[in-house]
């Protein structure tokens, strides 16, 4: 309303140039849900409190380095490969070194829900429920993310940690979760375990995947297989501790041996016993080395003299980094959101420090994969010789539904339904007349014009790309705006990738 004119003097009328505008919702945010070294801010515990990051280094002063995962060590009688690990799962945990994975392809911004720390065995109530805190009850895991708008994209690389039918109850509540919020969009890992690094078997993986991630709110994620050998361990993450401790002896043993052959192939007397002394030194290790610098040190010195000691410490590494693809995914979906937009398939891409997928999946394999009856796709990670590890799908679990089967046009409509939403909540209680909704018209008109630019949308002109209809009569009876309802109907013309490209070649005759 102006302001009253009554004293005498000069009076000053700003009027606004420019209409409201549409402003895009970020869609290159995940959240991740696992368990961390530590979860605290300047004193201020951070269990089960989303937290932006947007580094590793942040992530590292916030939540702490990586697990040091123990390995039970015995002998197998093998001369080939004389020793055998098996890992204690209790000390197993996968998010820190999934977060290194997200940033080296392409993560930024972040947020992490750190469930509990180390101590703890994993379960499934830690991932989503509820639990009393000085008398109040406080939502936990999945249901933490209510209450945060941002997050536009769900990951769990610590649910593999439960074991297969836990797993998918998690995946389950993910997918739910995402339907729930209709804002972000689920990644999801084919369950597998440390027994299948080595050419499992991918039909009855897959199937046991699709027959336990059940039917509901299948178009709100996206599946990929198989897990992936990985470079994000190096050489000074892994030394003798990771041995665990009952298994130290062993560990002693394997060298010793070791040691005595190479002296019957005449190694030097006094050589072979300066090795003896310094392998029987891990007896004593860690008892009073508080920095850890004296383990380190014989670590280095087994290092050079022990190659067996070389491939102990080799098989270790790969094994800590033998992990679920989700995070990478994420990374990539940021990546590709950043620098092209969230309409291009995240397809075709490689993954950073990925050295080999667990599995060297064939176009035949991919077959079922991709186009399965039941419609549950599962999106491949291959190999292939001169371009590395690549993503080679782009499906959603809903591969039937002609809508949302692909994982770009899923997560288009998000991007489009909550930009908008968000763009019009300024005109609740607004006149609903023709003059909103001609301000209505023209705002999400805007948005979907410039989006038709940049390629979101399909079409020659934007006429073809999208419609926005409002108004009486239109989308609106007189009932409508007796019960103060405004009702907006947009349809867009979504880019969908190019998943078969077939190429035709037929031979001309020769002109006379």
Same mark, same amino acid.
């Given at each position: 309303m102006a302001q009253p004119i009554q004293t005498p003097g000069v009076y000053i009328a700003e009027q606004n140039a420019f209409p409201n505008s549409v402003v895009p919702v970020p869609t290159a945010v995940p959240a991740f849900i696992g368990y961390t070294e530590k979860a605290a801010r300047n004193q201020q515990s951070l269990t089960i409190v989303p937290t932006r990051s947007s580094s590793l280094g942040e992530y590292q002063t916030?939540?702490?380095a990586g697990p040091e995962t123990r390995y039970e060590l015995s002998a197998s009688g093998d001369k080939a490969k004389p020793f055998a690990l098996n890992t204690q799962t209790e000390t197993r945990f996968l998010l820190y070194y999934s977060m290194k994975l997200f940033f080296a392809n392409g993560g930024s911004d972040c947020f992490i829900v750190s469930i509990g720390d180390y101590h703890q065995m994993p379960g499934l109530a830690d991932f989503d429920g509820a639990y009393e805190e000085n008398g109040k009850s406080q939502l936990k895991g999945i249901a933490a993310l209510e209450t945060v708008p941002e997050p536009s994209l769900l990951v769990i690389p610590d649910a593999v940690l439960l074991g297969p039918e836990d797993c998918a109850a998690v995946q389950r509540l993910m997918l739910a979760h995402c339907a729930k919020m209709a804002s972000r969009f689920a990644i999801l890992d084919v369950y597998m375990d440390e027994n299948d690094q080595?050419? &499992?078997?991918?039909v009855q993986i897959v199937q046991d995947f699709r027959n336990r991630i059940g039917t509901d709110h299948l178009a709100w994620g996206a599946a990929y297989y198989p897990w992936l050998h990985t470079s994000v361990t190096v050489g000074e993450d892994v030394l003798f501790r990771h041995v665990a401790r009952g298994s130290w002896e062993s560990l002693i043993q394997l060298l010793l041996a070791e040691t005595d052959e190479a002296a019957l192939k005449g190694l030097d007397k006094k050589r072979a016993d300066t090795i003896r002394t310094e392998i029987k030194k891990i007896r004593d290790a860690g008892t009073e080395d508080a920095t850890g610098k004296q383990d380190k040190a014989l670590h280095q010195t087994l290092l050079a003299v022990s190659p067996l000691y070389q491939t102990i410490m080799a098989a270790i590494r790969e094994k800590l980094s033998f992990l679920p693809p989700s995070a990478a995914i994420a990374g990539v979906y940021c990546m590709v959101d950043n620098q092209m937009g969230v309409f291009k398939a995240p397809a075709n891409i490689s993954i950073n420090l990925a050295t080999h997928p667990a599995v060297n999946i064939t176009n035949e394999a991919q077959e079922d994969l991709n186009v399965p009856?039941?419609?549950?796709?599962?999106?491949? @990670?291959?190999?292939f010789p001169g371009m590395g590890v690549l993503i080679w799908g782009a499906r959603t679990l809903d591969g039937n539904s002609p809508d949302w089967r692909y994982v770009s046009v899923r997560r288009?409509? @998000?991007? @489009?339904?909550?930009?908008?939403?968000?763009?019009?909540? &300024?005109?609740?209680?607004? &006149?609903?007349?023709?003059?909103?909704?001609?301000?209505?018209q023209a705002l999400i008109s805007n948005f979907l014009t410039n989006f038709w630019m940049q390629g979101g949308l399909t079409g020659a002109k934007p006429n073809d790309a999208f419609n926005v209809a409002i108004g009486l009569g239109t989308t609106m009876t007189a009932n409508d705006i007796q019960d103060g309802i405004m009702r907006v109907q947009v349809m867009v013309a979504a880019t969908r990738p190019a998943e078969f490209i077939l190429f035709t070649l037929t031979q001309k005759m020769q002109g006379g």
């Open positions: 916030l939540f702490g080595n050419q &499992p078997d991918t009856l039941n419609g549950k796709a599962v999106n491949a @990670i291959r190999f288009t409509l @998000i991007y @489009i339904e909550q930009s908008i939403k968000y763009a019009l909540e &300024p005109y609740v209680f607004e &006149p609903n007349d023709s003059n909103t909704w001609t301000t209505v």
